[in-house]
């Protein structure tokens, strides 16, 4: 196992020993678009105080520095990271694009940089009364997108008060996988405030796949887990992230079944809310099958997206298998909903909501074993074995579940380097079958799915 104090950048933390296709595979989804009272698990306050700009984070004995001052706590090359490597940083300019003309002129804006739902993801578009001097719009998705108003906690960070210090005077806890999962799907999917519509996504907008310890591992890192950091804010855990991420992602795509805003108009449900395959695909590729997480539902039926339900009811299978059930029974009656009685899908959304969002403390205290990540690994890998949830959303989370879990194997030295070797070698396959929706097939994945498991640790 890996010493306390020897530093690991998170992004690198194991990956590079487990699947080169990881990176590639969600880059190649992704590359389109480029405190102390704060409990886990517990929503953050609102963030409504003045952005002050990156430039307020960027002096050189700040967070811009080329090397670190002695005494530092953190590299303080944060900044340049982010400006250089982060494709967040890019957000922005990805509206002057070739993609984000098209787009606009399909919505019939005139044009990107200007209209306020393309600005609310790809820009830190706070209001302009919350506008520092030096804050600049163009720099996209900045230090405070994230972090939050700098004005409310950037006096205490600088006096050296310690990080619950910076939490309680409003900095964003991103350290907290409950209160990242928030953070990233407030974009990544999409919130009571910002949501990218199938009328998006209809006029050019990328598909957006995310799991949230994938996305953080992918990340240019602009901080390293060393002891200061685990004395900090804890020592971070793949497979607890992934957890908690997957609950994130269905509490979100309930509370957006849920908004009334999103009923169907018409004869027209929200799309974007049901599963891209379902509709998306080769007229030629005969994929259809039946499932059990569609619940039984026909052919030629819209089908709920339900990827990250499938991953959680596994997670819950071994923390709280009560949860587990009721979640599989809600599921099941919401796909029955959904083709019958928007009121009932909308009830039944509201208890799925109910189940994930009780599941997020327990995932948060929960202290993940061997045992649980063998059985989590073997569970995620039985649920396509078994045919059910064969469709390219489900095995696209189902490869990178799998791939956090093995990650979190190797960090924990639950697995020897043959074993690690072994589920390299399998990960990389399956990330192969699950690189292009277009190409993708079931069977495929069935089949890269029991050459994994004869890698699984025992």
């Given amino acids: 196992m890996r010493a306390a104090d020897e530093p690991v950048s998170q992004n690198s933390r194991v990956r590079s020993g487990i699947a080169g296709g990881l990176i590639a595979a969600v880059l190649v989804a992704a590359a389109a678009l480029f405190p102390c009272g704060t409990a886990k698990g517990q929503a953050p306050a609102a963030d409504n105080g003045i952005h002050l700009g990156v430039a307020a984070c960027a002096g050189n004995n700040c967070h811009g520095a080329v090397e670190r001052l002695k005494g530092s706590s953190v590299p303080q090359n944060e900044y340049l990271i982010w400006s250089q490597k982060d494709k967040h940083r890019l957000a922005y300019a990805a509206l002057l694009g070739e993609r984000g003309i098209r787009i606009a002129k399909n919505l019939g804006l005139p044009d990107a940089q200007n209209a306020q739902i393309c600005l609310d993801c790809h ?180 089908k709920l997206y339900d990827a990250t339900a499938v991953m959680l009811r596994v997670i819950a299978a071994r923390v709280a298998p009560d949860a587990a059930k009721a979640l599989g029974d809600h599921m099941a009656a919401l796909h029955q909903a959904t083709g019958q009685d928007w009121a009932a899908a909308q009830r039944e959304g509201q208890a799925v909501r109910q189940a994930a969002s009780q599941l997020v403390p327990a995932l948060a205290q929960h202290d993940f074993t061997r045992d649980d990540m063998k059985a989590m690994m073997t ?80």
């Fill in 123 to 302: 820009a830190d578009n706070v209001p302009q009364d919350k506008r520092g001097r030096e804050f600049q719009l163009t720099d996209g998705v900045g230090c405070e997108a994230c972090h939050g108003a700098a004005v409310s906690w950037l006096g205490v960070h600088l006096s050296g008060a310690g990080h619950r210090a910076n939490l309680a005077a409003g900095l964003y806890p991103t350290d907290q996988p409950a209160a990242r999962a928030q953070k990233c799907l407030s974009c990544h999917f999409g919130d009571d405030k910002r949501f990218i519509t199938h009328q998006i996504m209809g006029a050019g907008h990328p598909p957006m796949p995310f799991e949230l310890d994938t996305y953080t591992a992918i990340e240019p890192a602009h901080f390293v887990v060393d002891q200061s950091y685990v004395e900090r804010k804890g020592r971070p855990n793949d497979v607890q992230v992934w957890a908690i991420g997957q609950a994130g992602d269905l509490i979100h795509r309930m509370d957006a079944l849920i908004d009334p805003k999103n009923a169907p108009k018409g004869v027209n449900p929200e799309l974007v809310l049901f599963d891209c395959q379902s509709c998306h695909h080769a007229m030629n590729q005969l994929q259809w099958q039946p499932q059990r997480g569609s619940a039984g539902q026909p052919p030629g039926r819209l």
């Fill in 379 to 458: 569970g995620v890998i039985d649920v396509g074995l078994s045919g059910d949830d064969t469709d390219y959303s489900a095995a696209q989370q189902a490869a990178m579940a799998l791939q956090s879990i093995a990650a979190a194997l190797k960090a924990y030295g639950y697995a020897n380097d043959d074993q690690v070797k072994g589920m390299a070698g399998a990960l990389g396959g399956l990330f192969e079958v699950v690189s292009n929706d277009q190409t993708y097939r079931p069977e495929a994945f069935v089949k890269a799915l029991a050459d994994l498991q004869k890698t699984v640790p025992q």
